[in-house]
């Protein structure tokens, strides 16, 4: 009783919404990230119509998403929600200072100290263990915006343009933002508590009411123009997705005391079962913990989309897309066949976020050090080291597996299927396998855990890796990009080859 009292009253947020927590036996901090959530999606919807960009200048936008966004912090986390301005004005103001040349470096490295401070200072010295909506989840959105931003700043100021990529061209920034620019894209209403991150021209353009601009500058303006006479309703996705997050949060709720992860790691549990039963048991304990991810971040991605944000161009079908900054694929998550095509779907924002940031960037070890940067900005629990670790062999197998056994399996529909579907199951039990310390968090779990399997995936993995080649990173992009080249070559010859064909023809 008295552990339960500690619990409720642990929230340095509102405590107005105490009677609730009471009545749905959940901690306030819980119930208070909901409920303003559920505010936000109401508050999107206004702001879409009652200050929409037709009507309405980019600075009354830019202030009221900003003080939305900051009380709704300040409901649920109280006084600690006064990190968020002292680290977005603490970067701000060395982008200032340092200058284009050097304030990547300098915002990477004070965001992700700032961060880990926190961190690590409520993990030892507050609430060990305890899962609870705690301050440092917004602060770790804040940062990947706060060094995206500083990122794109030394790309659009400090870099030549041929030195760019086509993504780091689109999303290159020309203009220091002003304060409230800058405020806003880290602490507006809509993604303060739960994210997802975005680019700052996206963000700007949605601000101004031109959501595609950057994105259509050199290619088809076709649904740009479109957009500007006939502007997507965004209504459908927007209930279809809040559908999606409600019917998660149920089944987390249904099942997630069913299959405790923490058995896979019990005596007697593993003493009495065979191994095959151990292996379905892992695949379905880690399985019902990933509900709670799709509720939070599919109901983020809804507030965004009410507010007019995410709007992508249109399908095939002409139908308008509103996956911007989805976080998840839950289909292609649960179906995925490959580590990679896991990762791919499974927070996005972060992935993007990783790879722009480090990946593409990082001259020497490039997946090793996206790996080990996605950890540190994870948090200070070891068993999040131990994930990622793992995740480094596991990633490294998986690309020798696919680049040296994958075309065997190509050469027919029921070879391929076969392949598919071995694929799928090697990838749940190595994705359950690698997150275990994810969840458990602590090292002697983790590493019973995997001693109870005998460390098993990870030797393979590193045998896998040495055993089969892989093309260097730098030598399998010019391959790709040789690839590029001779489909474009050779769909231009026979672009020429039908137009002499129509002019014999004509004659």
């Given amino acids: 009783m008295v552990a339960e009292d500690s619990r409720s009253t642990a929230c340095t947020g509102s405590s107005l919404l105490q009677p609730v927590s009471e009545i749905t036996n959940l901690p306030l901090d819980q119930v208070n990230f909901v409920v303003c959530q559920l505010c936000a999606l109401l508050s999107a919807f206004s702001f879409r119509l009652f200050l929409h960009p037709s009507r309405t200048s980019p600075v009354i936008r830019h202030l009221v998403a900003t003080l939305l966004g900051l009380y709704f912090a300040l409901f649920c986390f109280g006084w600690y929600a006064l990190h968020f301005l002292l680290q977005s004005g603490l970067t701000y103001g060395i982008m200032i200072i340092t200058g284009v040349e050097h304030m990547h470096k300098y915002c990477l490295l004070v965001a992700l100290s700032y961060l880990s401070l926190c961190q690590i200072t409520r993990v030892y010295v ?74 700052y021209n996206d963000y700007i353009a949605f601000i101004e009411g031109d959501p595609r601009r950057h994105r259509d500058q050199g290619g088809d303006r ?51 079962t065979p191994f095959y039963a151990q292996v379905v048991y892992l695949y379905l304990s880690m399985l019902t913990t990933r509900p709670k991810y799709y509720f939070v971040w599919t ?36 179906f995925a066949t490959s580590f990679k095509v896991f990762l791919d779907n499974w927070n996005i924002q972060t992935a993007h976020w990783l790879k722009r940031v480090c990946y593409e960037r990082c001259p020497y070890h490039p997946t090793a050090a996206t790996f080990i940067l996605s950890a540190m900005w994870h948090g200070a629990y070891p068993g999040y080291y131990l994930t990622f670790l793992t995740g480094i062999v596991i990633t490294l197998a998986a690309r020798a597996v696919r680049h040296n056994v994958r075309p065997h399996f190509l050469k027919s529909p029921t070879h391929k299927r076969v392949y598919d579907v071995i694929t799928w199951a090697a990838t749940q039990i ?41 093309k260097p990173r730098h030598l399998r992009l010019k391959e790709q990009q040789k690839i590029l080249l001779q489909e474009q070559v050779q769909h231009h010859q026979e672009a020429l080859d039908s137009n002499c064909s129509q002019k014999e023809k004509d004659t």
Wanted: with cysteine; proline share 5%; net charge neutral.
């Fill in 126 to 199: 507050f609430d060990y263990g305890m899962y609870s909506a705690d301050f440092t989840g917004p602060m770790m959105v804040i940062t990947q915006k706060i060094t995206s931003l500083a990122f794109e700043i030394h790309d659009g100021m400090a870099r030549k343009e041929e030195s760019l990529t086509p993504g780091q061209k689109m999303l290159a920034i020309r203009r220091m933002p002003s304060l409230l620019e800058y405020f806003s894209y880290n602490c507006n209403f809509m993604g303060i508590l739960a994210g997802p991150t975005s680019s």
């Fill in 222 to 272: 076709k649904s740009s123009g479109r957009l500007r006479k006939n502007e997507p309703s965004p209504n459908t996705e927007v209930v279809r997705k809040v559908a999606s997050s409600f019917f998660c949060l149920l089944v987390f709720l249904s099942v997630c005391k069913v299959f405790p992860v923490e058995r896979n790691i019990d005596d007697d549990f593993i003493a009495n």
């Fill in 299 to 334: 109901l983020a991605d809804a507030i965004n989309n009410a507010a007019g944000f995410g709007f992508n161009g249109y399908d095939s079908d002409g139908s308008p897309r509103w996956d911007l900054i989805s976080n998840l694929r839950i289909l292609n998550i649960e």
């Fill in 430 to 470: 190595a994705i359950c396998y690698t997150v275990v310390p994810f969840v458990l968090l602590s090292v002697g779990p983790s590493i019973k855990f995997y001693r109870s399997w005998y460390f098993g995936l990870h030797i393979g993995c590193v045998l896998v890796a040495l055993a089969l080649p892989v």
